[in-house]
């Protein structure tokens, strides 16, 4: 590292200093810098794509000090400069979170939403990766992807291997190939379609196959806070993710008599939810245990916040 990677520019000193302040960075060691920071985003933050900072003075300032709500941009730079803040060299980069598996390639794809921003630090003589987007994210960017995009897959793939076939062609003369293996080729984009619109009809009509029913994560504890705030008529629109549902529920204030109940707390487990959901690795066991007890704490919030539990109770 050299000096430039402990730089924090004239403009958003302000906020980063009040923060690092706040936190109590200053003479902390560096692993308890980065436990800090952990919990401070993990607790505190959200993560979201629709975004329309103010300039407080700087979308940077408003982020930490006002909406805390950002996408990894937002996460990876105000990582970066509260490190510096404590005397820790660190760096911005960004590239590509590599976690998609095609079934028709057999192998890993990257696609433009994969992009993604995250802090390296500085520890142990080496540069480390430090990631402290909420893990939902990929559950966000993956819900913005078009309704048509396995038959542009497809398109694109069968585009490849045509460019690959004609490229062998002008190398080595016309290849041995049987042609009649095009025939099966050209089949697969009905086999798909016909497989997509089964699928879609089947989640309409309310069914579940044994293959849905199967899929990890099923036995997840935030289910029982999705399934209270249902009875208590707070319910999800169609599409909206779990996420935005529990922000509009803060931002519109249709949650006036939780006091007691943190919607703040409620993202938390749902992190850990996304990543129980969708993280290819799993979680820890560890963690589906705080995750049980988080959601029973919560619940129990929640029944001595609400009048009408209350009420129940007491009868």
Not at 127 to 136: A, C, H, K, L, S
Not at 223 to 247: C, D, H, V
């Amino acid at each position: 590292p050299g000096k430039e990677d402990l730089l924090i520019p004239e403009r958003e000193q302000a906020a980063v200093f009040q923060t690092a302040k706040e936190l109590g960075l200053a003479g902390s060691e560096a692993e308890d810098v980065l436990k800090i920071l952990e919990n401070f985003f993990t607790d505190r933050f959200s993560y979201s794509l629709r975004l329309n900072p103010d300039q407080f003075p700087t979308p940077l300032a408003d982020f930490l000090l006002r909406s805390r709500t950002g996408h990894c941009e937002y996460f990876a730079t105000a990582a970066v400069l509260l490190l510096r803040a404590a005397g820790i060299p660190a760096r911005y980069a960004i590239g590509f979170s590599a976690h998609e598996y095609s079934d028709l390639e057999k192998q890993i794809i990257v696609r433009e939403r994969h992009a993604h921003a995250w802090a390296l630090v500085w520890l142990n003589d080496s540069w480390q990766d430090i990631d402290y987007t909420p893990g939902n994210w990929r559950q966000d960017e993956e819900e913005s992807a078009s309704s048509w995009q396995s038959l542009s897959d497809l398109w694109s793939w069968l585009g490849f291997c045509f460019s690959r076939w004609q490229w062998n062609t002008e190398r080595q003369g016309f290849p041995k190939w049987p042609v009649w293996l095009i025939i099966p080729l050209m089949l697969i984009p009905a086999r798909r379609l016909w497989k997509k619109k089964r699928v879609s009809a089947l989640a309409e009509s309310g069914e579940r196959s044994g293959r849905f029913s199967d899929r990890r994560g099923k036995d997840s504890p935030f289910y029982r806070i999705e399934k209270r705030l249902n009875s208590m008529g707070f319910e999800r629109a169609p599409g909206q993710t779990l996420s935005r549902w529990l922000r509009h529920m803060q931002e519109t204030a249709l949650f006036p008599f939780a006091h007691g109940t943190s919607l703040l707390s409620a993202e938390k487990i749902l992190d850990i939810h996304c990543r129980y959901r969708f993280d290819p690795r799993g979680i820890p066991e560890r963690e589906k245990e705080e995750m049980e007890m988080l959601v029973r704490d919560w619940l129990d919030a929640l029944d001595k916040s609400d009048p009408e539990q209350r009420d129940g109770n007491k009868n």
